[in-house]
């Protein structure tokens, strides 16, 4: 056997002098690092969640309450209804990316003069820090001098001006546009990069045989760009579901708590309210949720390349 071959096969299949695979022998130090930053907190707050640590007071004076935690917080209706608003702001952020990135997508992916800037342009939302995002639409709501109030009123669309982040009504939403302006660059970008896969043959080939836009989009384009799409929407959501940084610099939760979102009750559990171990517990809830959330998206990613 040729000396390259015996390297190969060798390499491939582990160095029997050590007892252990190569790959897994060089991904030995990255997953000590990963264990020590990642898995020793999530065990402390499994741990944690079980008691009635205090923030203040010190971890060695809490004691084992065991599931009571888990039991309040089923039953805590200030909980509940900072879930579904988390729930409400990743349904609608997500929904609105996934439909404004495919749009954007499939225009920058046409022919026209100054398609490459276009793209260029493209990555700057996204590329815009999440408090800096969040500052600037906060001065641009901003009921007194608010760029968004004064096109309103001067257009003629509204008679008075309006404190977006100061209504219940039309805080989360002012929020979720937000979030869309800043993230919806990244569905587009997902999608635009499938379309360049895209066989130019069988686009033809529905012209010609008169399939209008609609129909070569669902025949042609979507079996293209519905794995990588499922892909970005589950990144997405997951983001969405720990949603924080953007609550916390345009309302801190407000007003009478109409966009308080579950990481930001766990924030005030945890920090605000010193109670760390509820916190913990309220925290692995998330994380469950989440958990569905990616087995879903597996399960959904499977279905589609099986489909392909």
């Not at 030995?28 to 944690?48: K, N, W």
Request: proline share 4%.
């Amino acid at each position: 056997m040729p000396v390259r071959d015996m390297t190969l096969r060798r390499l491939s299949g582990g160095d029997l002098r050590l007892g252990m695979p190569a790959p897994w022998l060089l991904l030995l130090p990255l997953l000590i690092v990963i264990a020590g930053i990642v898995g020793y907190p999530f065990v402390q707050t499994i741990v944690l969640s079980f008691t009635n640590a205090r923030l203040l007071t010190g971890f060695a004076a809490s004691h084992w309450v065991g599931f009571e935690n888990y039991q309040f917080a089923l039953t805590d209706v200030e909980f509940l209804q900072a879930l579904l608003r988390t729930l409400y702001f990743t349904g609608m952020s997500v929904g609105f990316e996934a439909i404004l990135g495919v749009l954007v997508a499939l225009l920058l992916n046409q022919e026209f003069r100054g398609r490459t800037l276009c793209r260029a342009l493209l990555v700057l939302p996204w590329a815009v820090p999440t408090i800096v995002n969040a500052l600037m639409w906060r001065l641009i709501y901003q009921p007194d001098f608010g760029g968004l109030n004064a096109a309103l009123v001067q257009t003629g669309l509204m008679d008075a001006y309006r404190s977006w982040l100061g209504d219940g009504a039309s805080a989360m939403n002012a929020i979720v546009f937000a979030d869309v302006w800043k993230n919806y660059p990244l569905v587009a970008l997902i999608v635009l990069a499938a379309l360049q896969n895209a066989p130019k043959d069988l686009y033809e080939a529905a012209r010609i045989d008169g399939a209008n836009a609609w129909q070569r989009f669902r025949v042609v384009t979507w079996p293209v760009i519905s794995a990588p799409l499922v892909i970005a929407l589950v990144l997405r959501c997951i983001e969405a579901l720990k949603v924080f940084d953007i609550v916390y610099v345009m309302t801190r939760g407000g007003p009478a708590n109409a966009t308080k979102t579950v990481s930001f009750f766990v924030y005030q559990e945890s920090f605000g309210f010193n109670r760390v171990g509820s916190g913990a517990s309220y925290a692995l809830i998330v994380v469950l949720i989440a958990t569905v959330f990616v087995a879903a998206y597996v399960r959904l990613l499977r279905r589609t390349e099986a489909g392909a």
